[in-house]
Nanobody, 125 residues
């Protein structure tokens, strides 16, 4: 069982930066792959970035080159550094986890077992 809690969201102007954090409970943090997803009003939840247990990273094309995912196993925390933010990045951002044994694409919502409560990111133009 893993419990996830996001923080770091807020209001920022276009071109600005934010860093989201997701703290995970449990002593097997290093065995989990972690992902960030986002959901804008009226839209489906979509993949943003993921980092495997071996620290391989994956990004949506829309954020590649602007966002960076990283993990700190000592702090049991995953981060999403977001630079050059655009109004279309406005959404609720969710942290998610899947076990090392899980299969399937890192890009799919249904392949994650645990979810945080979300944190709002608003980018003004």
């Amino acid at each position: 069982q893993v419990q996830l809690g996001e923080s770091g969201g807020g209001l920022v102007q276009a071109g600005g930066s934010l860093r989201l954090s997701c703290a995970a409970s449990g002593r097997t943090f290093s065995s989990y792959a972690l992902g960030w997803f986002r959901q804008a009003p009226g839209k489906e939840r979509e993949f943003v970035a993921a980092i495997s247990w071996s620290t391989s990273t994956y990004y949506a094309d829309s954020v590649k080159g602007r966002f960076t995912i990283s993990r700190d196993s000592i702090k049991s925390t995953v981060y999403l550094q977001m630079n050059s933010l655009k109004p279309e990045d406005t959404a609720v951002y969710y942290c998610a986890a899947r076990s090392r044994a899980a299969s399937g694409s890192y890009y799919s919502v249904q392949n994650y077992d645990y979810w945080g409560q979300g944190t709002q990111v608003t980018v003004s133009s």
